[in-house]
């Protein structure tokens, strides 16, 4: 099958996250498959405009990530070129857009002969709700007022189109499903949860979590990730022989090391600031961690690092919240917490922390779901299953 992924950024460019390296394990996975798969991303910083990584092509884009129909130099009019170049060549089986960043192909499908699919890693509204949630006073006035206007014109224009425009939606966790159907009024049949999967063999053993007694959290330090929460728990006396260890950065990273400085918490904190993607489950799989911490507000899809911690054997505490409740489950791998009760949080760490048999327990349920659910080849098996459905669609 011809495969053309549409992506507004990858793991070739600088500061990618959870959603370009899912499309990195996927398009590597499809290609090992003998699928032929050609990545369209913009070009932004990098210096050549083709690629061949691992099986997979790709081609950057010079040209502005918009999506507006205006100006012909933005992506949603040069995606669109570049496409129909490669098309005329050799044409595409099926168009795979990463979220809305195929739009302006999707909307062109009368003209071409392929079956779309797109994936929704999260909703607008759910964007929205986590900015209100982080206003914090009259200072944020004029950009949350930005924020909501962009947010309404994404909700009836950009995020409908895409969905509207596919014959199949592949959500990422059963949370955005429920949030895109109540959003676009997209047929539920249309619209398939696929969770995310890592590569199984970047861990091949867990280690022995018995004698664990520190606590790990991966993802930027800013407000909405709940990273100022850390610093509370660890004032707490029965804390006292725990470290915390931070893999991230952002704006709030500098305001609380200060904070951990003055009031002599050093010695509890490890600050790493942003580690390689590649290195991210060797901190993970250490034998000393005994816990991963997730206290993110944000509504988001699926977060990758949660697949990862999974597969290193980590009970998680969590909020609940997005797509945690698809990987994280209540009393087996971990807990889940409701959004915003700190003390239930910072109990339930306690908990995992202060047994022994409790802690080696979810280690070995979460590497087992892990395994069972969550590896690429199981993602991708139900990817190409959707693919069929949508070509016979087509």
Not at 104 to 123: C, M, N, P, Q
Not at 212 to 230: A, C, H, L, M, N
Not at 355 to 383: G, I, P
Request: charged residues 30%; positive net charge.
């Amino acid at each position: 099958m011809r495969i053309a992924v549409f992506i507004k950024a990858t793991t070739h460019h600088k500061g990618y996250g959870g959603l370009e390296t899912q499309n990195l394990l996927l398009c590597e996975e499809l290609a090992r498959r003998n699928h032929d798969v050609l990545v369209f991303s913009p070009q932004r910083e990098l210096k050549y405009k083709t690629k061949y990584s691992n099986g997979v092509k790709y081609h950057f884009v010079p040209s502005v990530y918009r999506l507006t129909r205006l100006n012909k130099k933005n992506w949603f009019h040069r995606s669109l070129k570049a496409f129909e170049k490669y098309n005329k060549e050799s044409p595409f089986d099926l168009v795979l857009s990463q979220s809305s960043a195929g739009l302006s192909i999707l909307e062109k499908r009368k003209d071409f002969v392929f079956s779309g699919v797109s994936i929704a890693h999260g909703t607008i509204m759910g964007e929205l709700r986590t900015r209100i949630d982080s206003y914090s006073g009259v200072k944020d006035l004029y950009s949350l007022i930005k924020d909501i206007i962009f947010g309404l014109r994404v909700f009836f224009g950009r995020q409908r189109a895409f969905v509207h425009s596919s014959d199949k939606v592949i959500a990422v966790s059963s949370a955005v499903k429920t949030a895109l159907i109540k959003e676009t009024f997209v047929s539920e049949k249309k619209v398939v949860v696929v969770k995310n999967g890592i590569d199984s063999g970047e861990l091949k053993d867990i280690p022995d979590r018995t004698d664990s007694t520190d606590v790990i959290y991966v993802g930027q330090i800013i407000r909405s990730k709940g990273s100022d929460e850390f610093l509370e728990i660890a004032e707490d006396p029965e804390m006292k022989n725990t470290k915390f260890h931070l893999l991230g950065d952002g704006d709030l990273r500098d305001n609380l090391e200060d904070q951990v400085e003055e009031k002599g918490l050093s010695e509890q904190f490890k600050f790493y600031g942003k580690v390689p993607h590649k290195k991210v489950m060797k901190f993970l799989a250490a034998q000393e961690i005994a816990v991963f911490a997730f206290p993110t507000k944000r509504f988001e899809g699926l977060p990758m690092v949660l697949v990862e911690a999974m597969f290193a054997g980590l009970p998680i505490v969590a909020y609940d919240i997005g797509g945690v409740s698809d990987v994280v489950k209540d009393s087996e791998t971990g807990f889940l917490v409701k959004a915003g009760d700190r003390n239930e949080f910072k109990a339930s760490i306690l908990r995992i922390l202060s047994s022994q048999d409790l802690r080696v327990q979810m280690s070995k349920n979460a590497r087992e779901f892990s395994l069972k659910n969550l590896t690429v080849k199981s993602m991708v098996n139900r990817y190409e299953e959707v693919f069929m459905e949508a070509l016979e669609i087509k």
